[in-house]
């Protein structure tokens, strides 16, 4: 019912934006300011319309309605308050919702502050964005055609055909799929909303620019799309940098940036993005290269369309760990892909020959051609990511089933170009600033920061031991982009502190760059000795497995032994001291404890604690399937990276799910875990206070009482006694509680004693308390079920140091605030001129 | 104005050819265990749920046996720990190459659509409970 509500205010909200389209284009030809206002009110209330639906879906949400299939496919009962709202942007649906939620708060925006005569056209084309992003979740059929996936429909409308829907159209799961525990993280709640923002804001420079060419007026339109633009990019990063930190410390695949397809989606818009400000700087400088302005104002928001293409049209199926299923909207996107780039080149072509032609200098060390030459860095950045991400399309010119490209395509094609804009930002920052009379006066500028980089760079190959190309290429130009942004830096602070902004994000990407560098290109492996000595073995072909096939695979893990100290590359000492069940968070989640002492820091010692838990419970007759949470110990100098990939636990849990499997399928009780064979039966006599170890149990008696008038007591009994048995398993630091029962009672005239077993859940152990000895004060008990060959509990490790990885994110924290001083400035300008136009 | 040109336009012929060339290498094409006889080599397809899964701590390998499209069944060798959500992936994407009719996998790529969309299987579990 509720949902219905829902999708009404859904299609309410696709009724307004189409009329506010309509009256904004009205406004936009014959300048009546009857249709502005009222397709203002069109957008307000569709404002509304999105912001009440969002409502309705977090309603449902919250209150577990699994019967609409998005609740049902994103929670679950047991999901924490802050997952059940983050789940709301889980999916495809939510987040085209959230996107289109913040297009119309952008849009709000600049209904307020935008100028005549931008204002028609710019906000007649933000309603057709938000036209298209709303028929995605319309969910209606038009002819035999489905437009849209609405996040409101029901089991019963996603799967008719299901045989359980047939039977009972009405039926109600008891509880939803969950969210997947990847992300179930802080950041991965925040994440989502910073990015759509940024696609939302992106859309802004796109709408100006077509502004800009609908009008005739090429240039005035730089200034008042300058700010969104940069807080698009600034919003871009943030959400960058989230994501990667995310995979850092969540994902097992040991770094911040895999060059997936999800995280290309949003770089490649920056990337333009980025382009597009250097561009819209020189024709604010100098009133030239407005064509570049507008073609890269349109690509980056063209290049938001294409990657959310790719990401959810399901056609990157193969290539991407994460890219989101296939909702049908293959056609959808396509059209309102080519429909934008259609009305973009139609237009562009339209007022082509209209557009300002750009007097060409001879000079290169003006700061317009370095600057667009910037720029061009950039945008080639951003066509190599995008035409790897493209694979799965392009790749057909060459092969049939074409794979994503070697990480070694990125990689050789991003660290060159990278270079060169680091050297770029030097120069440019030099050119843009400084007066220089010729080339020989900016060499002379140029001489002290080129020294300073070389003796920088000198020293730290020589302390590093750098033997490779690519990182003494990289880290010459982070060290050359740090010095050099730094000194005019700090001349600029000296005169004028509002316009550091650029070379402080130029100084940022230096400190990025050099991030980057060491923590990809030096990231080691941390390993014992054995294992070592196993790899190299390997490289040299001595090993062969038992075919007598030579072993050509490395091993990157090391297996450590409770409490038995490992050293690890000759630097660290790795000791695995147990673990906790810690069932609260996530059901059957082990924390472990790994201790790291660090050789040459005697006395300091490192506690990490990665995670390992099951995806989900294990369906009967299935396996469960486990995760792990790595842990992250953060230092200035290297960050000890480590996730635990297997352990006695893990298996042991395995191999009674197997035995459980089996045993249904014999139709013996499932619970017999450990057939009586395997274990043996102990007696065990304890004091008060006093632990027993049997294989790998630890047994403590923490205390007993006598009991009486109890229900569960054989008549006529004498005497009952009640233990307090604390049971653990030796590397586990949760224990388990049962209290056995022993009581004499009489009957016929005879002392008999009674001692039910009590059965510890989980562990296939049982104990009878058999006994007491009145003099000593020691308890006997039967212990069933003890394996006759307990191991010793050990783990699996891997584990790798990444030298100088928060360098990555004082990096890209310095970009951020070097964006929002250029944000504050180019707004205080652009707020000025507006007054000075209304006064 | 015409060298500017000319040296703008060769530049980016120059840049584009030498792209397209070095994508052209660094991709390949799915295929079936018989033919990954190069390094990289990827072939798509499912676990044999019937046969073994192991791990072996001694060995530093984890072994399990894969469908791939052609219906090939081949043992696939991986040198780390079985590895996350691999029971529950619906399709395998194995990176690595053939020796000896064993494909050593450097690489697995679990795709498991449940994590994103449930099946109509999922809610026909629940419903029967």
């Known amino acids: 019912m509720i949902g219905i509500i829902g999708k009404i205010l859904i299609d309410l909200a696709f009724a307004s934006s189409l009329l506010a ?98 204002r028609g056209p710019v906000l007649f084309f933000m309603s057709l964005t938000q036209v298209f992003l709303l028929s995605m979740i319309l969910g209606i059929h038009v002819g035999g055609i489905g437009i849209g996936s609405s996040p409101f429909r029901t089991i019963a409308e996603a799967m008719p055909n299901a045989a359980f829907i047939k039977s009972n159209p009405n039926f109600v799961p008891a509880d939803g799929q969950g969210l997947n525990a990847l992300l179930q993280s802080p950041w991965m709640v925040i994440h989502p909303p910073v990015l759509f923002f940024g696609f939302s804001l992106m859309a802004v420079p796109f709408c100006f620019a077509m502004a800009a060419l609908w009008r005739k ?179 057909r010119l060459f092969v049939a089933h074409p794979t994503p490209p070697e990480i070694s395509f990125y990689n050789n094609w991003s660290y060159p170009l990278a270079i060169a804009a680091a050297f ?92 980057i560098m060491s923590s990809t290109l030096f990231n080691s492996q941390l390993l014992d000795s054995s294992t070592r000595n196993y790899n190299s073995a390997v490289t040299k072909g001595k090993l062969t497995d038992g075919k007598g096939h030579r072993i050509r695979q490395k091993a990157n893990f090391v297996q450590l032994k409770l409490n038995k100290p490992r050293i690890i590359n000759n630097e660290y000492k790795f000791i695995y001291k147990g673990y906790t069940l810690k069932n609260q968070t996530r059901a059957g989640q082990q924390q472990y404890r790994i201790e790291i002492k660090p050789l040459h820091h005697p006395g300091k010692t490192i506690t990490m604690h990665p995670q390992v838990y099951p995806m989900s419970a294990a369906s009967p007759g299935g396996k469960i399937s486990w995760s792990v949470d790595s842990d992250v110990h953060t230092g200035f100098a290297s960050d000890i990276y480590l996730y635990v990939a297997g352990s006695s636990y893990v298996q042991r849990i395995n191999k009674e799910i197997a035995q459980q499997n089996k045993n249904r399928k014999l139709g013996k009780p499932v619970s017999d875990v450990l057939s009586p064979d395997s274990t043996t039966v102990r007696k065990i006599s304890l004091a008060k206070g006093k632990t027993a170890k049997e294989g790998p149990f630890v047994i403590k008696l923490v205390s007993f009482s006598r009991v009486s008038g109890h229900k569960g007591l054989p008549d006529n009994t004498q005497i009952a006694v009640r233990a307090n048995l604390q049971v653990r398993r030796r590397a586990s630091s949760t224990s388990q509680t049962i209290h056995p029962l022993f009581a004499i009672y009489t009957k016929h005239g005879k002392n008999w004693s009674y001692s039910p077993i009590s059965r510890l859940p989980g562990q296939g152990l049982g104990i009878h308390f058999t006994n007491i000895n009145p003099k000593t004060g020691q308890l006997t008990f039967r212990v069933r079920g003890i394996p006759k060959h307990s191991k010793k509990s050990w783990i699996l490790v891997v584990a790798q140091k990444k030298p100088f990885i928060s360098l990555v994110w004082i990096g890209v924290f310095v970009i951020v605030i070097g964006f929002c001083i250029s944000i504050f400035r180019h707004w205080d300008i652009e707020r000025r001129k507006r007054l000075l136009k209304q006064a | 104005m015409r060298l500017k040109l000319i040296t703008g336009g060769i530049a980016i012929i120059g840049f584009t050819t030498l792209l397209m060339i070095n994508f052209g290498h660094s991709i390949s094409s799915y295929t079936t265990f018989p033919q990954a006889k190069n390094r990289g080599a990827r072939v798509v397809g499912t676990l044999v749920k019937s046969r073994p899964t192991a791990f072996s701590v001694k060995k530093k390998q984890f072994t399990f046996y894969m469908k791939d499209k052609a219906e090939n069944v081949r043992k696939v060798v991986y040198p780390k720990p079985e590895p996350n959500d691999f029971s529950k992936a619906k399709k395998l994407v194995v990176t690595g190459r053939m020796h000896h009719g064993v494909f050593y996998a450097r690489q697995i790529l679990m795709k498991c659509p449940s994590k994103y969309n449930a099946t109509a299987k999922d809610v026909e579990a629940q419903s029967k409970d």
Not at chain 1, 322 to 342: E, W
Not at chain 1, 468 to 489: E, K, S, V
């Open chain 1, 217 to 395: 007026k090429f240039n005035e339109w730089i200034e008042p799309a300058l700010p969104w633009t940069l807080g698009a990019n600034l919003c871009l990063l943030v959400a960058l940098f989230l994501g990667a930190y995310w995979a850092y410390t969540t994902l097992s695949f040991g770094g911040f940036w895999a060059w997936d397809p999800v995280e290309n989606a949003a770089l490649v818009p920056w990337l333009l993005g980025t382009a597009g400000i250097h561009l819209m700087l020189i024709q604010k400088k100098k009133n030239s290269s407005q064509k570049a302005s507008i073609v890269f104002s349109l690509l980056a928001y063209m290049g938001v369309i294409y990657e959310t293409f790719l990401t959810r049209s399901g056609i990157l199926g193969n290539s991407s760990v994460h890219s989101f299923v296939d909702l049908g909207l293959y056609n959808q996107l396509l059209v309102f892909m080519l429909v934008m780039v259609a009305i973009c080149i139609g237009l562009f072509a339209y007022r082509y020959n209209e557009l300002p032609k750009n007097q060409g200098g001879t000079d290169y060390l003006n700061r317009e051609f370095i600057t667009f030459s910037g720029a061009m860095i950039l945008f080639l950045l951003g066509l190599v990511i995008a035409i790897g991400t493209s694979a799965p399309i392009i790749g």
């Open chain 1, 424 to 515: 770029m930002t030097v120069v440019g920052q030099y050119i843009f600033w400084k007066r220089q009379k010729d080339a020989e006066s900016l060499a002379w500028q140029l001489f002290l920061p080129l020294v300073a980089a070389c003796i920088a760079t000198f020293t730290i190959i020589i302390v590093a031991h750098i033997h490779r190309w690519f990182p003494m290429g990289l880290l010459f130009g982070g060290c050359f982009a740090i010095i050099g942004n730094a000194f005019i830096m700090v001349q600029l602070a000296m005169k004028k502190p509002r316009l550091i902004g650029g070379s402080f994000a130029h100084f940022g990407f230096g400190i990025l760059l050099l991030g």
């Open chain 1, 21 to 118: 389209g309509i009256g904004y284009f009205t406004y936009s030809r014959n300048g009546n300011d009857r249709y502005f206002r009222l397709s203002s009110w069109l957008m307000g209330a569709e404002g509304l319309f999105i912001l009440a639906a969002a409502g309705v879906l977090l309603h449902l949400l919250l209150t577990h309605q699994f019967q609409y299939y998005y609740v049902f496919d994103y929670t679950s009962r047991s999901l924490p308050l802050k997952y059940l709202i983050s789940a709301f942007w889980g999916g495809q649906e939510g987040s085209f919702m959230l996107w289109i939620f913040f297009t119309v708060v952008v849009s709000l925006a600049l209904m307020r502050w935008t100028r005549k005569p931008y």
